[in-house]
């Protein structure tokens, strides 16, 4: 039967039919917001290309996380610059280092509820820029696990609940897994970046946290924005590696490879809303060629419908603000 009989546009009608009909929801638990927290800055450092987020100081990241709660955000992941870089990134594994810090205080300050993650990467703390140790002129992916597995167990002391791996060395998981186990620390979960694409979206990140490659590019780990194919074995992989929760990232210009490893995986997804995709919206939006606040819903809708639970967001403290009038909108 079709049209008389089927009239689609009935459950359209009025309000409270869409509501009802309405299939996706977005809710402030669904977001994490990434932050950055710089070394030996007294004042937040605003990001050029990123409007509305900041290389933090200590202080500006705890008054931040603090109004982001007060606006019902409860998850974070943090992103740390350190002051000094070197060949093997040891500031990444420092118990004295920016992110392990910054992860005391704040759990310190806001107590067990807050939800704290922590990027595990090297690219922000090595002084080539690459997201592991290289031999050779090229990332050697054991020796790198050997130092990821160094910089979980510090990050875990210092008080993360989860431990994101996003190196894309073959084995993260399951090195970090085996050494927060080792370290007492059988309860941390992984959010494992299982499909990270070697993307031009992440161009406002490296002037963010400075992580930029000075020799070569990421495309030997980071993989080929062509498969999805590959993506599914990635994220299979990560879990019988012990990965709690899949990754894919970008989001938007990736919303089948969502799709794709939500199907085939029984663990949670998260897509990452990445800097270029923030600063796209931001560019369109103050210019007046587009309506912010209804191009954000239906970029979250969209990144929740293709089958992501969670979305980590630069836009995740503006969102908290509107979900509730969203939530209204019948
Ligand atoms: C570090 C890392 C990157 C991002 C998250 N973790 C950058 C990269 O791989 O170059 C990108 C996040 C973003 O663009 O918002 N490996």
Redesign the pocket.
């Known amino acids: 039967m079709s049209y008389p009989v089927q009239r689609p546009r009935r459950l359209r009608a009025r309000p409270g039919l869409r509501r009802l009909a309405r299939e996706t929801q977005l809710g402030v638990e669904d977001l994490v917001y990434?932050l950055f927290v710089r070394e030996d800055v007294d004042e937040p450092e605003p990001i050029d290309a990123m409007p509305g987020q900041f290389q933090h100081s200590m202080d500006s990241l705890v008054r931040e996380v603090e109004s982001s709660l007060r606006a019902g955000l409860q998850s974070f992941i943090l992103?740390g610059i350190p002051a000094r870089k070197d060949r093997e990134g040891s500031q990444a594994w420092d118990e004295r280092g920016v992110v392990q810090r910054s992860l005391t205080r704040l759990r310190e300050s806001f107590g067990p509820d807050v939800v704290l993650m922590a990027?595990l990467?090297?690219?922000?703390y090595t002084d080539h820029g690459h997201?592991g140790i290289v031999e050779d002129g090229a990332v050697d992916n054991d020796a790198t696990l050997e130092v990821y597995r160094r910089i979980a167990v510090s990050q875990a002391q210092a008080g993360a609940d989860v431990i994101g791996p996003?190196?894309?060395m073959d084995g993260q998981v399951g090195a970090i897994r085996s050494a927060l186990d080792g370290a007492g620390f059988q309860d941390r979960a992984i959010l494992a970046?299982a499909a990270?694409y070697a993307?031009a979206?992440?161009?406002?990140?490296?002037e963010?946290?400075g992580?930029?490659?000075q020799f070569g590019d990421?495309r030997g780990y980071?993989m080929d924005p062509a498969n999805l194919r590959e993506a599914v074995r990635e994220a299979r992989l990560d879990v019988a590696e012990g990965a709690d929760v899949v990754m894919v990232?970008?989001a938007l210009a990736y919303l089948d490879v969502i799709r794709g490893v939500a199907q085939s995986c029984e663990v949670p997804v998260a897509a990452?809303?990445?800097?270029?995709?923030?600063a796209m919206v931001k560019a369109a939006a103050a210019n007046g060629w587009v309506d912010e606040r209804r191009v954000l819903r239906e970029v979250l809708l969209g990144i929740r419908r293709a089958g992501a639970q969670m979305i980590?967001t630069?836009h995740a403290k503006e969102a908290a603000a509107q979900i509730p009038c969203w939530n209204e909108l019948g």
């Open positions: 990434p992103f990027d990467c090297l690219c922000e997201c996003s190196g894309m970046y990270k993307s979206f992440y161009g406002p990140f490296r963010a946290a992580s930029a490659p990421r980071q990232k970008p990452y809303n990445v800097s270029g995709e923030y980590l630069y």
